[in-house]
């Protein structure tokens, strides 16, 4: 199995910066992505962003421009950076694992348990 523990996030004022933490531990074999997703209040959940193995990242439309995923694979942490926070941002965020495990057909998703973001004066 594989835990997935995040820190960071709180109350934000609007225009504010955040940090969020993810540390997976457990049984690794071989990471696809690594990402955070966020689920606001009524809604489904969504992408923010996630980075591949290889150093590729991909950002939702919302947050491009504003927003920096980062990995560090020796000690398998992500970590996202989003600035300019509006109130729309508020939503538990959520750090999301993807691996390919020896004996199944297809990749395993893992997460985290979530980190409430809340951005309000």
């Known amino acids: 199995q594989v835990q997935l523990v995040e820190s960071g996030g709180g109350l934000v004022q609007p225009g504010g910066s955040l940090s969020l933490s993810c540390a997976a531990s457990?049984?690794?074999?071989?990471?696809?992505?690594m990402g955070w997703y966020r689920q606001a209040p009524g809604k489904e959940r969504e992408l923010v962003a996630l980075?591949?193995?290889?150093?590729?990242?991909n950002y939702a439309a919302s947050v491009k421009g504003r927003c920096t995923i980062s990995r560090n694979s020796a000690k398998n942490t992500v970590s996202l950076q989003l600035n300019s926070l509006k109130p729309e941002d508020t939503a538990v965020y959520y750090c999301?694992?993807?691996?390919?495990?020896?004996?199944?057909?297809?990749?395993?998703?893992?997460w985290g348990q979530g980190t409430q973001v809340t951005v309000s004066s």
């Open positions: 457990g049984t690794i074999y071989s990471i696809i992505a």
């Open positions: 999301n694992l993807q691996q390919r495990r020896p004996t199944a057909l297809s990749p395993t998703n893992y």
């Open positions: 980075i591949s193995s290889g150093g590729s990242t």
